[in-house]
């Protein structure tokens, strides 16, 4: 019998590139499950075009356990669920924090009443390394301890690692593990898939590629931080290489090579960039010369973050392949495609 992995926010960004991963490395039958809120159904096209494969696809809220259960009641043999789906603009959960603390929530309650009742044992969380909130402790490791969450956003991803942490500790078939993205960037590197959201993007890198195409304008939020140039510092990573790490951790989950219910891994390179010097790779690998402002401090970013992920590469066997000249190079070639 064919085994089946369930990926919530199939069509998102990471989830998208991980969907892929999982159809050209595996022998799994991939169930998506996506209410396009901040995605397209176009995306399933360009998965199958990279891919060559199909694959189930479902249009449902996860907050809405009756459809939930529904479609997934004739599924037998799930061997993992990977869980993507949830708001993630930091700016917007400020200004709407309930709308972000009911979806982020209330979905994650869902899909493991999903898997009590099917009793699927293995499980990837979707976290970020929003959790840290705004910590001194750098490079950033899984036993930095949490701060106060700098947005509801991040708040959310914090109660999430709590609510599985709790779920594993009580349920002995449940297995899992939280990845915690540092800030993941760049496409696939066909430029056939990328980053595109309904909405207006809020994170760096897309909004740099739409300023190069005329589509956008680049601000800076904020210069007079306590950094090396003033702006804010982040740990980008390839989105591909996010995905792999989705792949070698349900790997690990399903071979037994964990001792622990529930563990915790960074997902990053390790290395600071600053807004501006992002901004500088991209014009050097791309040529394209940016016009930008520099504008007030946004509200919940963290000032500086970078990550010690040493931990995957030793429990996952997990390692980034792509520098940020890739990220950018990526980027922009998918940004030429939309």
């Known amino acids: 019998m064919q085994k089946h992995v369930i990926v919530t926010g199939g069509a998102g960004y990471i989830g998208s590139h991980t969907i892929i991963e999982l159809l050209e490395r595996t022998d799994h039958h991939v169930i998506s499950i996506d ?5 397209t159904e176009e995306t399933y096209e360009r998965i199958e075009k990279i891919s060559k494969k199909k694959f189930s696809k479902f249009n449902i809220d996860l907050c809405d356990f009756e459809k939930l259960s529904t479609a997934l009641y004739h599924f037998e043999d799930i061997v993992g669920v990977i869980h993507f789906a949830a708001f993630k603009s930091v700016g917007e959960s400020t200004l ?30 979707s976290s970020s390394c929003s959790v840290y909130g705004n910590t001194k402790a750098l490079p950033v490791t899984e036993d930095t301890p949490l701060q106060k969450a700098a947005s509801p956003y991040g708040y959310t991803k914090q ?3 709590e609510m599985l942490e709790e779920f594993c500790g009580i349920k002995p078939f449940l297995k899992s ?3 915690r993205y540092f800030n993941p960037v760049g496409a696939h590197m066909s430029g056939l898939n990328g980053e595109l959201s309904s909405n207006k993007p809020s994170n760096l890198v897309p909004i740099i590629t739409q300023t190069a195409a005329g589509k956008n304008s680049l601000t800076v939020h904020g210069n007079d931080y ?30 037994a090579k964990k001792s622990s219910a529930y563990s915790v891994y960074n997902l990053g390179t390790g290395n600071g960039v600053s807004v501006l ?4 790779a991209f014009e050097k690998v ?3 010369k940016l016009n930008y402002s520099i504008g007030p401090r946004r509200d919940g970013d963290v000032v500086e973050i970078y990550s010690d992920s040493s931990k995957a590469h030793k429990d996952l066997g997990w390692t980034p392949k792509h520098d940020i000249d890739d990220m950018m190079l990526s980027a922009w070639k998918w940004q030429g495609s939309v």
């Open 35 to 39: 209410n396009f809120s901040n995605s």
């Open 96 to 125: 709407d924090p309930l709308k972000y603390y009911h979806n982020n929530i209330v979905s994650l309650v869902n899909i493991l009443k999903i898997c009590e009742t099917k009793q699927i044992s293995n499980f990837i969380f």
């Open 159 to 161: 109660v999430g690692e």
């Open 177 to 179: 593990i939280a990845l």
């Open 226 to 255: 306590d950094t090396r140039d003033g702006t804010c510092i982040r740990d980008y990573v390839h989105v591909s290489d996010i995905a792999d790490a989705h792949l070698k951790a349900l790997d690990f989950l399903m071979n």
């Open 277 to 280: 010097e992002a901004i500088t």
């Open 286 to 288: 791309t040529g394209q």
